[in-house]
């Protein structure tokens, strides 16, 4: 069917203002079935497919979300480019609470996901370059579409992409800042080495819901109270964006 975008996100992208949804696509991949159906919606002159990472209840926890299935059925409605949305928290000063920033490098902490579409017997067996793991053309028009947005955006940082669902111990964080991260989630791998195997233009926008263990200038527990609100904070200027990067 084609559409100009692929948004994948939370539960939350099904609330951003301006969209004008137009149908739900219930696709299964050679990969098995995705986190749920994908919603094609309009945006201006513009076909944007969405997808909730975690499925439309938040069922799903990140090391059982079917990163393959997912980004192969974006792939399977026609959709070449995708914009993946991620909740983190901030590690070094650059990256607190309610900041919005671009990551240009990650490092996979995860362990026991698939990560490849070599899994299966038989399977081509793919050695892709993954030096720049985020796709620069992308990349560069996210950022652009930010400022034309006259959204506040930090360029770059080290994503650290951690198993979940716990959050992580202030020595694991103490670990990750000193390999060089700037950002911990859960979710930002296998996505996008999958992207990259599957030939997909990828890039990622983070949301910094709070202060990762033990960075921020009071030492607080993390509250889902905190982490809700800050997210709900920023998340009127992703409309803005996305109509923007449609057009760059």
Same mark, same amino acid.
Request: one cysteine or more; charged letters at 20%; hydrophobic letters at 35%.
């Given at each position: 069917m084609g559409v100009d975008l692929a948004v994948i996100g939370g539960t939350g992208v099904y609330r951003l203002p301006g969209i004008e949804w137009l149908e739900t696509v219930d696709i299964d991949t050679s990969y098995g079935s995705p986190s749920g159906p994908v919603r094609i919606a309009r945006l201006g002159a513009r076909r944007i497919a969405f997808l909730a990472r975690?499925? !439309? *209840?938040?069922?799903?926890?990140?090391?059982?979300?079917?990163y393959r299935a997912n980004l192969k059925a974006l792939q399977d409605i026609g959709a070449g480019k995708v914009l993946a949305v991620n909740t983190v928290g901030g590690i070094t000063e650059r990256f607190g609470p309610r900041v919005l920033a671009v990551p240009e490098q990650i490092i996979d902490y995860?362990?026991?996901?698939?990560?490849?579409?070599c899994e299966e017997a038989g399977s081509e067996v793919l050695h892709v370059d993954f030096t720049e793991p985020y796709t620069a053309?992308?990349? !560069? *028009?996210?950022l652009k579409a930010c400022v034309a947005a006259s959204v506040?955006?930090?360029?770059?940082?080290?994503?650290a992409a951690t198993q979940g669902?716990?959050?992580?111990?202030r020595a694991e964080i103490i670990r990750l800042k000193r390999d060089g991260?700037?950002?911990?989630?859960?979710?930002?791998?296998p996505e996008a080495g999958l992207a990259r195997e599957l030939g997909l233009d990828y890039a990622s926008l983070c949301v910094v819901a709070n202060w990762a263990a033990g960075c921020?200038?009071?030492n607080a527990e993390i509250t889902l109270q905190e982490v809700l609100a800050n997210v709900d904070s920023v998340s009127g200027c992703?409309?803005?964006?996305?109509d923007n990067l449609l057009n760059c």
């Open positions: 975690h499925g !439309e *209840a938040h069922a799903l926890p990140p090391h059982k979300v079917n995860t362990w026991g996901r698939i990560s490849t579409l053309s992308l990349r !560069e *028009a996210l506040a955006v930090v360029d770059g940082g080290c994503y669902p716990r959050l992580e111990s991260c700037d950002l911990v989630g859960m979710t930002g791998m921020g200038p009071d992703l409309t803005p964006i996305i």
